[in-house]
């Protein structure tokens, strides 16, 4: 067993953005686990409906 790993895992979510309004995106968490356990989330970024890749600073989750 790895002491120290690293994880990716996708989630649909709804963010919203100031241009587009509420949007439903894939949102893709890349993690830092040790023995299992999730210690810190190293960066996540989503993918547009054109399949480019963007950085989750510009969008808000909507509540």
Excluded: S
């Amino acid at each position: 067993m790895k002491l120290i790993q690293v994880k990716r895992e996708t989630k649909v979510e709804k963010r919203h953005t100031i241009k587009m309004g509420e949007l439903t995106t894939k949102v893709t968490y890349v993690k830092k686990y040790l023995l299992g356990l999730p210690i810190k989330t190293i960066h996540k970024y989503r993918e547009t409906y054109y399949g480019e890749v963007k950085d989750c600073k510009d969008c808000f989750l909507f509540v």
